[in-house]
T-cell receptor, first 115, second 115 residues
Framework: EADIYQTPRYLVIGTGKKITLECSQT?????MYWYQQDPGMELHLIHY???????EKGDLSSESTVSRIRTEHFPLTLESARPSHTSQYLC??????????????FGPGTRLTVT | KQEVTQIPAALSVPEGENLVLNCSFT??????LQWFRQDPGKGLTSLLL?????REQTSGRLNASLDKSSGRSTLYIAASQPGDSATYLC??????????????FGKGTKLSVIP
């Protein structure tokens, strides 16, 4: 079973608040990802990281930001939450590196509701 | 731009039946294809990964096939059980280039196995 953790699992918060969604993995993976998923829709990549101090935007524009100061930790921050940010956020990791890309392992997700 | 389509969107079968889920993709320049399972409100569990050079992969009652030239993959589930009820997602990884670690997902097939 993959060792990738997300907190909180559920969050209801008011408009304008700053929030940070936590993601940690204990597998030593280089690559980490954040996906956004609306009900009944596809997952869309919003951020990814190839390693420490590396962050890139995904194919879906997002007002969130990420940081990668430690290999195992990839937090996502929303400076001012809005109702349009209501969604499920899924974190994932994979090995990669010099060899072929490996499977992506996913955390349990954070379901965010902004009122 | 890669597009992934999964048909049907929903499927209901009686317990014990064998079934096939379909996935098609528009760009055959893929590195691998991954099948996931997602339970309601949960993250994704990786089921099978097929490299582009492979034709199929098997795990227990699951068998996934890949026909890269026609842009198709199928997930075969033998002797379905109520515990198989979930949404099944297909995702492809591009072969190379910027963002080659990004997965493109389909919307999934929601499977219900009736006891």
């Amino acid at each position: 079973e993959a060792d990738i953790y997300q907190t909180p699992r559920y969050l209801v918060i008011g408009t304008g608040k700053k929030i940070t969604l936590e993601c940690s993995q204990t597998m030593g993976h280089d690559k980490m990802y954040w996906y956004q998923q609306d009900p009944g829709m596809e997952l869309h990549l919003i951020h990814y990281s190839y390693g420490v101090n590396s962050t890139e935007k995904g194919d879906l524009s997002s007002e969130s930001t990420v940081s990668r100061i430690r290999t195992e930790h990839f937090p996502l921050t929303l400076e001012s939450a809005r109702p349009s940010h209501t969604s499920q956020y899924l974190c994932a990791s994979s090995e990669g590196g010099g060899g072929p890309p490996y499977e992506q392992y996913f955390g349990p997700g954070t379901r965010l509701t902004v009122t | 731009k890669q597009e992934v389509t999964q048909i049907p969107a929903a499927l209901s079968v009686p317990e014990g039946e064998n079934l096939v889920l379909n996935c098609s993709f528009t760009d055959s320049a893929i590195y691998n294809l991954q099948w996931f399972r997602q339970d309601p409100g949960k993250g994704l569990t990786s089921l099978l990964l097929i490299q582009s050079s492979q034709r199929e992969q098997t795990s227990g009652r699951l068998n996934a096939s890949l026909d890269k030239s026609s842009g198709r993959s199928t997930l075969y589930i033998a002797a379905s059980q109520p515990g198989d009820s979930a949404t099944y997602l297909c995702a492809v990884r591009p072969r190379s280039g910027a963002g080659s670690y990004q997965l493109t997902f389909g919307k999934g097939t929601k499977l219900s196995v009736i006891p």
